[in-house]
Each structure stands twice: as structure tokens, then as C-alpha cells.
């Protein structure tokens, strides 16, 4: 299977890197004809307002938009779970291309350096390490989202149907379960969708 990980920005090698672990055929996206025969997208932790602005220099938004309303796979970390949401709470420059029912707030866990990590549960995964590097968080989500895994009662996980947003880094910690649900789970059910 072939799965996309959003190259414009940010720390794109290492979600490819657990991809290939797992044996998934993993390329780098950076414009709209990369996304080619691919059944999902990885997009990665980074600066949400840069990549916001690269995805529209690129038209990737559209396409990325277009493939997830007919049921395209999309997996967002971070950064990643900031643009996919509906709405960003503290940055109005910034417009999300609002594919999951969530409101987030940025940076809200503080500054650099108070960046954490922790043990979590994840629902039908168990324990796992968590790493928040200057992470946004959901303030609020609607009916349809599933609450995958909380940390402090906030929820830190989410799902709607084909779309999985974190505000931690799963791709740093070498275990490769998260990504193993998202190929499982969610890219297998999604048949790649073509490029137009
Ligand atoms: N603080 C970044 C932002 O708001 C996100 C940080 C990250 O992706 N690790 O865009």
C-alpha cells in the first residue's frame, strides 16, 4: 500500500521512516499529483502558519479537501491537527481547511520549553509514550468525533470516520502502533482516489 506524508514542512522523514517499517509503500507529497495511487496522508508536526501557507502556493488544500470528502484517509499530528480543523481559536490568520469537528487552540500547553512527555492510553492500543512539543490543543469537539485517548481529561486523540488528528508526536517515540491504526484501520477501507 502506498501512503503520503506531507513534505512541504516539519518532521515529515519521520513519520516515512515508521511507515517503511510497518512495509508501506511511503512517498513524500509536496504537490497535488504526488497524492497518485496513494490511500492516505500523513501531515506531520511543524508551523501550522507556514504549511497553511505552502499548501496554497502548492493547491495541495483543494486536493486535500476534494480527496477527504470522499472518504480519502488523513492522519494529522500537531501542526497537522491544526489544519485539519474546523476552526483555530487563538489565530484568526490562520483558516484551517476544517475537515474534522474540532475547535483547537495553539500552543496552548505553553512555550518550547515546556514541552512534556507522558504515558497514555489509546483506546484499542493500549499504553504508549506520548511526546507534546509545543502543542495545540482540542477545546472542543462535536458529536460525530470519538475521543481515542485524554491526558488530564482533555482529549488528545480524535477521530471522525477518515479522519485522525493528535496533538502529540508519534513518529519519535520508535513505536510504530499508531501508524500501524491508521494503515489498518483507516487507509485499507480507503480505496486511493484519483488525482483531479
Ligand atoms: N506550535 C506549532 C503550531 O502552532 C505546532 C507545533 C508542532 O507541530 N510540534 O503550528
Same mark, same amino acid.
Given at each position: 500500500m502506498k501512503i503520503g506524508v +506531507?513534505? #512541504?514542512?516539519?518532521?515529515f522523514r519521520e513519520h516515512i521512516q515508521v511507515l517503511k517499517k510497518l512495509d508501506v509503500d511511503a512517498v513524500d507529497v509536496?504537490?497535488?499529483?504526488?497524492?497518485?495511487?496513494?490511500s492516505g496522508l500523513v501531515i506531520p508536526g511543524g508551523e501550522s502558519t507556514t504549511l497553511r501557507k505552502l499548501l496554497r502556493f502548492s493547491e495541495l488544500d483543494q486536493e486535500i479537501i476534494a480527496r477527504a470528502k470522499q472518504g480519502f484517509a488523513l492522519f494529522g499530528t500537531c501542526a497537522g491537527m491544526i489544519l485539519l480543523s474546523?476552526?483555530?481559536?487563538?489565530?484568526?490568520k490562520t483558516d484551517p +481547511?476544517? #475537515?474534522?469537528?474540532i475547535t483547537v487552540s495553539r500552543n496552548a500547553y505553553g512555550r518550547q520549553i515546556d514541552s512534556f512527555e507522558t504515558s497514555i492510553k489509546i483506546k484499542d492500543i493500549g499504553d504508549f509514550h506520548a511526546i507534546f512539543i509545543r502543542a495545540p490543543q482540542i477545546v472542543s469537539l462535536g458529536e460525530c468525533v470519538e475521543a481515542l485517548s485524554k491526558h488530564n481529561g482533555v482529549t488528545i486523540l480524535a477521530r471522525q470516520n477518515n479522519i485522525m488528528v493528535g496533538?502529540?508526536?508519534?513518529?519519535?517515540?520508535?513505536?510504530?502502533r499508531l501508524h500501524q491504526y491508521f494503515v489498518e484501520k483507516m487507509c485499507i477501507q480507503s480505496q486511493p482516489v484519483a488525482t483531479g
Open positions: +506531507l513534505g #512541504l514542512q516539519g518532521d509536496r504537490l497535488p499529483e504526488d497524492l497518485e495511487g496513494t474546523n476552526q483555530i481559536k487563538n489565530d484568526d +481547511l476544517q #475537515l474534522i469537528d496533538s502529540f508526536h508519534p513518529e519519535i517515540n520508535g513505536d510504530v
